[in-house]
């Protein structure tokens, strides 16, 4: 089983929908969870982060994490053209003196179209 | 500004060759990393580094080989040795941000096998 699972999409919505991508994990370590946004044959850009349970909001994004379910999610309201993208989770037990592994998930293609 | 270039942009390796991928920041961030993406399957670490001369394997090592002189450099050789080097390559460094460790992303390199 790997650590982190994503739902592999590919996502195509009309613009102005409400999107949800979600990821799974298995270790219970993790405790730092982000979302990355990466435009074709660019880099991945950090979208969000957070480390506690709950939502978090930025805009017209939120991310939720469930700990106890070992469960994570981004939400996209009002969805954009300039949202399509591939989205990935990921997850870090690291603080402190550790370097910061990340484990990443699959990502998600997403489309918006207008 | 501040980043991190990846060079080049396209790479084409014939079979049996090394080739180098180079990846330079000034960030002034100490930990490096180089991650390799292939469709469906998310970021795949390959090497990290927390400091110069000092380096770690990820989880796909075999077939890789890196150096770290300088602070700002973190070169990745694909070898003869790596079968199946066709993918897209990002390197990437990191800080801690008091919380979590935030990452900042190469725009990739995209190795083909001809």
């Known amino acids: 089983q790997k650590e982190v699972e994503q739902d592999p999409g590919p996502l195509s919505v009309p613009e102005g929908a409400i999107v949800s991508l979600n990821c799974t994990y298995s270790?219970?370590?993790?405790?730092?969870f982000m979302w990355y946004r990466q435009y074709s044959r660019k880099g991945p850009e950090l979208l969000m982060y957070?480390?506690?349970?709950g939502n978090k909001e930025d805009g017209r994004f939120t991310a939720q994490v469930d700990k106890s379910s070992k469960y994570i999610s981004l939400f996209i309201r009002d969805s954009q053209p300039s949202d399509s993208a591939t989205y990935l989770c990921?997850?870090?037990?690291?603080?402190?003196?550790?370097?910061?592994?990340?484990?990443f998930g699959q990502g998600t293609i997403l489309t918006v179209h207008p | 500004d501040g980043g991190i270039t990846q060079s080049p942009k396209y790479l084409f390796r014939k079979e049996g060759q090394n080739v180098t991928l180079s990846c330079e920041q000034n960030?002034?961030?100490?930990?490096m990393y180089w991650y390799r993406q292939d469709p469906g399957q998310g970021l795949r670490l390959i090497y990290y580094?927390?400091?110069?001369?000092?380096?770690q394997k990820g989880d796909i090592a075999e077939g890789y080989s890196v150096s770290r002189e300088k602070k700002e450099s973190f070169p990745l050789t694909v070898t003869s040795a790596q079968k199946n080097p066709t993918a897209f390559y990002l390197c990437a460094s990191s800080i801690w941000r008091g919380r979590f460790y935030g990452y900042t992303f190469g725009s990739g390199t995209r190795l083909t096998v001809v």
């Open positions: 957070t480390y506690s349970s």
């Open positions: 580094s927390q400091i110069v001369n000092d380096f």
């Open positions: 270790n219970s370590a993790f405790q730092y």
């Open positions: 960030l002034n961030h100490d930990a």
């Open positions: 990921a997850i870090s037990s690291a603080g402190g003196t550790s370097y910061g592994k990340l484990t």
